[in-house]
């Protein structure tokens, strides 16, 4: 079989259970070798897509292709070629790390010279070597989550799917995540993530937001703070930065606003208002240090597309 021009391709994907519509009409591709990125809030239909992806489960209308193979039809064929790391991947307390490792290269078929090989290799990799004879029980939820990392890609899958790989870890271990699917990526692996946490997204080469199951934006970071959002972003440096967000909320022109660190980003029509909005502060007894325009962060792309959705009264 020829190599795909895709790694991933989803044609118009949904799934249903019962009345409720988790994936509606979901479309997108991936590229060999790239990381892309699924983000939305929890709920939004990410894990339920990944699933059928993984041929796990059969879509309800649509299809979709992995390395050329259709997911429905041909859903061993794919499980064959992929890595998948779920939520909550199957970690045994009373084992210890190498032992998870031997395992799994058992269940991948690995011959005893070639799983110790990529056994240590690993362990080097997400730096546990020095750990391997330990417990998985005994472990910081950092070290869970890059020995499960482990497991899913030891046998060199061709595509790895990660499904919030980074949730509930410090911020220390998120950023070793990520240098280590920057690595994958590197090595021709191709990386589909999903995530609730937007800084995460600049370190994907394209990425799609999810809403209520349907895709409302796409491309790359760097688009979509260019195309996704309509308006501009002023950040704002005050004095009592939360009574001067609610302040900055309530301006009749401010569409949204929110915290950025000990900023405000507020998101209005256009630049020209900035001096505008810094006198009405300032009229209500805000010392302000600045209003300048900015690009958007993807966090203020998100919010925009969240406010967009409650104002259009309907899921998007």
């Known amino acids: 079989m020829t190599a795909p021009d895709y790694s991933v391709r989803a044609f118009e994907l949904s799934r249903?259970?019962?009345?409720?519509?988790?994936?509606?009409?979901?479309?997108?591709?991936?590229?060999?070798?790239?990381?892309?990125?699924?983000?939305?809030?929890?709920?939004?239909?990410?894990?339920?897509?990944?699933?059928?992806?993984?041929?796990?489960?059969?879509?309800t209308s649509g299809r979709?292709?992995?390395?050329?193979?259709?997911?429905?039809?041909?859903?061993?064929?794919?499980?064959?070629?992929?890595?998948?790391?779920?939520?909550?991947?199957?970690?045994?307390?009373?084992?210890?790390?190498?032992?998870?490792?031997?395992?799994?290269?058992?269940?991948?078929?690995?011959?005893?010279?070639?799983?110790?090989?990529?056994?240590?290799?690993?362990?080097?990799?997400?730096?546990?070597?020095?750990?391997?004879?330990?417990?998985?029980?005994?472990?910081?939820?950092?070290?869970?989550?890059?020995?499960?990392?482990?497991?899913?890609?030891?046998?060199?899958?061709?595509?790895?799917?990660?499904?919030?790989?980074?949730?509930?870890?410090?911020?220390?271990a998120r950023r070793h995540l990520w240098d280590v699917i920057a690595l994958l990526a590197e090595r021709g692996t191709t990386v589909m993530v999903t995530t609730h946490y937007l800084d995460e997204a600049e370190h994907c080469d394209r990425l799609a937001f999810i809403m209520g199951g349907r895709v409302v934006a796409r491309g790359t970071p760097n688009e979509l703070k260019h195309r996704a959002m309509s308006g501009q972003v002023l950040e704002v440096e005050s004095d009592r930065v939360i009574a001067c967000l609610g302040a900055v909320e309530a301006l009749p022109y401010v569409r949204g606003a929110e915290l950025s660190g000990a900023m405000i980003h507020a998101t209005v029509g256009s630049a020209e208002v900035a001096s505008r909005l810094a006198y009405d502060l300032g009229a209500q007894g805000f010392r302000v240090a600045g209003v300048r325009p900015i690009l958007p962060s993807l966090e203020d792309v998100f919010a925009a597309l969240v406010e967009a959705t409650d104002h259009s009264g309907a899921t998007p």
């Open 16 to 59: 249903r259970f019962g009345d409720f519509v988790a994936v509606d009409r979901v479309s997108f591709d991936i590229r060999p070798g790239e990381i892309w990125g699924f983000l939305g809030p929890n709920g939004a239909g990410k894990s339920t897509t990944i699933r059928m992806l993984c041929g796990i489960l059969d879509p």
């Open 64 to 172: 979709a292709e992995v390395l050329g193979y259709d997911v429905a039809r041909d859903p061993e064929a794919v499980k064959e070629r992929i890595g998948y790391m779920s939520q909550r991947f199957s970690l045994w307390s009373d084992l210890t790390i190498d032992e998870h490792l031997t395992f799994y290269a058992d269940i991948y078929a690995l011959s005893p010279t070639e799983g110790r090989a990529r056994i240590d290799q690993w362990l080097a990799t997400v730096d546990l070597t020095d750990q391997r004879g330990d417990l998985a029980g005994a472990l910081s939820g950092g070290a869970r989550q890059r020995l499960a990392l482990a497991c899913a890609a030891l046998h060199d899958p061709q595509v790895l799917f990660l499904d919030e790989p980074t949730a509930g870890v410090d911020p220390v």
